[in-house]
């Protein structure tokens, strides 16, 4: 027998008194949690519960019923009906769904409230339906290097898109930076310095809502720029190769003979959301250049799969990303590229080098 046999077994011979408790809905729970979690989260991952929540919690009879009564099976029952019911549900978003779940009965449970049980997350994973589970077969690719190349030469040499040309600048600079797209749209001249061929990466362009006291969102999405990285180490310097040197330079010629005095890197002239412009930005050069497009992420990533081909050890790598761990970039950020037959030939030529006695292929 385990615990709470032992206890359902004495409060049904009057051995065991439990105190009375009060009753709270798990809809309850989850707004109390929900406001302890602004207070330790970034404000884009509180954005992105709220939505997982409203999108397949919320109006459900799971929310309306008490903690008390939620057991393994209810929970079993309402994921199960998510994964059914809705469909197409990916590996990711489950995950979401799940740990919305998971974390606000424990914290029920932790704190004592509403007669939360103890729950096996583990045996109720188990019983959900997980071939309904939508597998991701998507697959990215590096950009191309011939793709790169025919980038730098439109932008810095050509200017293809002079309305845009600090945004092109920027883009294609960041081949030689690899970061995020916040980080680089919140880039300034006091960032860059030349003397030491570095650049200082130490803050990022958010977006998310405001919110009141009780977790409530306040007016419309706010964009702006915080010294706050997703990571303690995102705080990093970059060294600058001559290529990015050049681009600032160029950059920096550019700034001067429009006379703008704003601090930003990517600035055009129009106080703009930085972030939401390079985005559309890109999209317009990928056209005008006639290449096939990516967004503003697959430059990251392939900053990374260029890097690892070269032979610079992935912590090196995840050190310039800024990730906290390199299994992160081992997973996410180290790709292939979706023209390397002659890579792979030539490595297997490298590597399967067995040789065929009295045949052909030994001459």
């Known amino acids: 027998m ?9 409060i049904s011979n009057g051995v065991v008194d439990l105190p009375e408790i009060e009753e709270k809905t798990f809809e309850e729970i989850y707004k109390q949690w929900f406001r302890m979690k602004l207070n330790v989260i970034r404000a884009q ?33 309402f994921l199960t009906g998510v994964v059914i019911g809705c469909g197409n549900i ?31 997350w583990e045996a109720i994973r188990r019983y959900v339906p997980e071939g309904k589970i939508v597998p991701d077969y998507h697959q ?39 970061l995020r797209i916040g980080e680089l749209a919140s880039l300034t001249w006091q960032d860059v310095d ?33 010294e706050d990285l997703k990571t303690v180490y995102s705080v990093r310097e970059i060294p600058l190769l001559p290529e990015a040197l050049y681009i600032l330079d160029v950059l920096r010629s550019h700034h001067k003979a429009c006379g703008y005095e704003n601090p930003y890197l990517a600035y ?14 890109l999209r317009k050069l990928c056209r005008y250049c006639d290449v096939k497009y990516f967004n503003t992420h697959m430059i990251r990533k392939t900053f990374a ?26 997973r996410n950020y180290i790709l292939s590229y979706q023209d390397n ?23």
């Open 2 to 10: 385990n615990l709470n046999d032992w206890i359902d077994l004495g």
């Open 45 to 77: 991952s509180c954005d992105r519960i709220e939505v997982t929540y409203n999108r397949y919690f919320a109006g459900s009879w799971l929310v309306s019923s008490n903690v008390s009564a939620l057991d393994e099976a209810a929970f079993v029952r």
């Open 90 to 120: 990916t590996a990711k978003e489950f995950s979401r769904i799940f740990q919305i779940a998971n974390n606000v009965m424990s914290y029920a449970r932790y704190l004592n409230l509403g007669g939360a049980r103890l729950l096996d």
């Open 140 to 178: 990215d690719f590096a950009v191309p290097r011939a793709d790169v190349e025919k980038l730098l030469h439109m932008v810095v040499v050509r200017n293809i898109y002079p309305l845009k040309r600090s945004a092109c600048l920027c883009l294609v600079m960041n081949f030689f930076l690899g």
């Open 194 to 226: 030349p003397d030491r061929k570095v650049i200082r990466i130490c803050k990022t362009e958010t977006k998310a809502y405001n919110r009141d006291d009780e977790g409530n969102r306040c007016g419309t999405m706010v964009y702006q720029v915080v």
């Open 268 to 281: 055009d002239g129009r106080d703009t959301i930085l972030v939401r412009s390079l985005d559309r930005t």
């Open 305 to 330: 799969t260029m890097l690892h081909a070269s032979g610079m050890p992935t912590r090196y790598i995840s050190d310039l990303l800024g990730h906290s761990e390199m299994v992160t970039t081992e």
């Open 341 to 363: 037959y002659n890579t792979l030939l030539c490595y297997m030529h490298k590597g399967l080098d067995f040789k065929l006695k009295g045949g052909e292929p030994d001459e």
